[in-house]
């Protein structure tokens, strides 16, 4: 079943933050994903938190699963981890996305060992980190991972997943086996748009003072802001083709995701609004492997596997316009 959001304030931005924190008991549960048996996935950080518990659901439905992450120490204790729960071995990728190279090998590697990928979860991020910490290439460390990074990975992996597409349909598979889900945050909700001289250091001479007077947590919704625009264009572009891309916010979970956030205040956040970490996975496995997901290319998905709405500063004219600056920072790599 479909759900959708039907109160007289559905455009207060309070209500819809509200909704998202403290949604309804679900009424989708992992029990309801069909067998995967045949459908390849990569779940980025899927070590760790809500991916983890992604990667978990998909291998107890007979998936082969990509557990793509930066350390391969980490990587391999939740695989082992995963494995005796499951009774199925997820496979290691490495992938750094707070390095274009990284990501670049990457993909090269994937190509060699698979010639299908049915569906991608650009679920991994990065909360809160010092102000300071940039990526490889000197970029804004939230952004650079949470959206340049996994815009990069997509890009690298669009010719396979549309030839996927057509071995799909060959092969007898509905339309909209193929998907790109996008995992963001209710947190997009409270910026209006990118400010890009805050993003790549080198280009902007934005000083520390400046990109301090954003703060941490305006880096880190404009980041989730960068995803559901990711999602958007790459709807509008290859929606039509048989790919579909959605966004979604998880929920706010208890997991470690908020390392990085003062104790003081994760304690006060955590005794009001987190939730149990197995729930986050749910709307994006909604989102995945779901019959009815096949319908939902360019939807933004809310806690528990229910159709919402993104904010309302979402724009054609805003993704394409972060498109357009993402792929003149990819150039070279």
Known sequence: MVHTLNSKCEDSLLH??????????????????????????????????????????LLLHNARVYIAARSQVKAEQAIEHLFALTGKKALFLQLDLADLASVKAAVEEFNRRESELHILFNNAGVLLPPIDDLTAQGYDLQFGTNVLGHFYLTKLLLPLLLHTVQLSLAAGL???????????????????????????????????????????QGLYEQSKLGNVLLATELASRYGDQGIVTTSLNPGHLKSDLQRNMPKVVLAL?????????????????????????????????????????????????????????????????
Do not use: C
Not at 179 to 206: C, G, M, P, Q, W
Not at 300 to 312: D, H, Q, V
């Open 16 to 57: 819809n933050f509200i909704d998202q924190s403290w949604p309804p008991k679900p009424t989708y549960s992992v029990d309801d994903i069909p067998d995967l048996t045949g459908r390849v996935v990569i779940v980025t950080g899927g070590n760790t938190g809500i991916g983890k518990e992604t990667a978990k659901a």
């Open 174 to 216: 509905p339309k909209g086996t193929v998907r790109i889900i996008n995992t963001s945050s209710d947190s997009h909700l409270f910026v209006k748009n990118i400010e890009y001289k805050t993003l790549d250091l080198a280009a902007s001479n934005v000083t520390r003072k400046e990109r301090k007077k954003l703060g941490g």
């Open 269 to 333: 956040v955590g005794s009001v609004i987190l939730h149990p970490l197995p729930l986050g996975a749910l709307t994006q496995l909604w989102a995945g492997t779901s019959p009815e997901g096949a319908e939902f290319n360019g939807k933004y998905l809310i806690p528990w596997a229910r159709l919402g709405r993104a904010s309302k500063h979402v724009t054609p004219a805003m993704a394409a316009e972060l498109w357009e600056w993402m792929e003149a920072q990819v150039v070279g790599y």
